[in-house]
């Protein structure tokens, strides 16, 4: 039975729900843990050869998952708290500097709320490469030259994501792309409280079911950080983790549910807010990351 999910940290908790809820050490998988203030917490994941790829269902990499409670409810200092803990675990893939070059991509269809996380969280980048173009600069101690994209999805602009992106980076070349996206979770609790960032890339449209090609370091050229909020979830898999514990055969029951047509992607009824505040919190932690000599968190 495959239960889809875009989260490591779901993956691993699959592997332990199938051992009766007991954590496991995993061969080729190294976890730890930090609280950083009350109702934030970051778990981080590293997938270190192949044997570990195959139980969690990743690539090999680091995983970090940023867990925030009660965000929706429009905490200010809940925010800044999850903000700053996104600016540091970025800051551990993007290590800044005098000459950092980064690109900044908004994966996704800003006029469809759960697959607009990307569009609206890079209208809140501060862009300063073209100052840098006007001034001449080669680059600055306190400001990254940045970059920012929404190359919109395929069934709008007719053009394939990757290839506009691919484009994108021939001009701007980066030293780092960051990609933003939505993803799917098999827990409709993460819809309103998970941020996951990776340094192994994305496959754009993988939340709302509508692969494109990979944006990785293979097909781009340059390193992928990609940050993501899982936003939908597969109805089938809603379905069953909502019974969960009152079917006898949860197999049998996926199978049949599978057999009756396609599956919908199903969203939250507050998703409107959940990318409103999540937007929020991913630009402050970029820009803080990016431009540390005129942001903070």
């Known amino acids: 039975m495959k239960i889809r999910t875009d989260l490591a940290i779901e993956g691993k908790e699959i592997l332990e729900e199938e051992n009766k809820g007991k954590k496991i050490e995993i061969k080729g998988v190294e976890v730890d843990e930090d609280q950083y203030d009350e109702g934030v917490k970051v778990t981080r994941i590293k997938i270190t050869d192949e044997n570990g790829s195959r139980a969690i269902g990743k690539p090999i990499g680091t995983y970090i998952t940023i867990e925030v409670d009660d965000l929706v409810d429009g905490h200010e200092e809940r925010k800044q708290v999850a903000a700053r803990a996104l600016s540091n675990e970025l800051s551990k893939l993007i290590k800044f500097h005098y000459n950092l070059k980064v690109l900044v991509i908004g994966l996704g269809n800003e006029k469809v709320t759960p697959d607009s996380l990307g569009p609206v969280t890079v209208s809140k980048v501060k ?53 933003i996206d939505a993803l799917a979770a098999r827990n409709v609790d993460r819809i309103s409280t998970t941020i996951q960032l990776t340094d192994t890339g994305i496959s754009p449209g993988s939340g709302t079911g509508n692969m494109r090609k990979d944006l990785t370091e293979r097909t781009l050229g340059t390193k992928v950080v990609a940050i993501g909020v899982p936003t939908v979830i597969d109805s089938t898999t809603l379905i069953l983790d909502n019974l969960e514990g009152y079917l006898k055969d949860p197999r049998g029951a996926y199978e049949h549910i599978s057999k009756k047509g396609e599956s919908m992607i199903v969203t939250t009824s507050d998703i409107d807010q959940v990318i409103l505040n999540f937007s929020e919190v991913i630009a402050n932690g970029i820009n803080s990351t990016l431009h540390p000599g005129i942001y903070s968190t």
């Not at 001449?136 to 992106?165: F, Q, R, W």
């Open 127 to 179: 862009v300063t490469r073209h100052i840098f173009i006007v001034t001449g600069a080669k680059g600055d101690d306190h400001v990254g030259c940045v970059s920012a994209l929404s190359p919109g999805v395929m069934g709008t602009t007719g053009m394939e994501t990757a290839e506009l992106i691919k484009s994108a980076v021939s001009i701007v070349k980066p030293e780092v792309v960051i990609a």
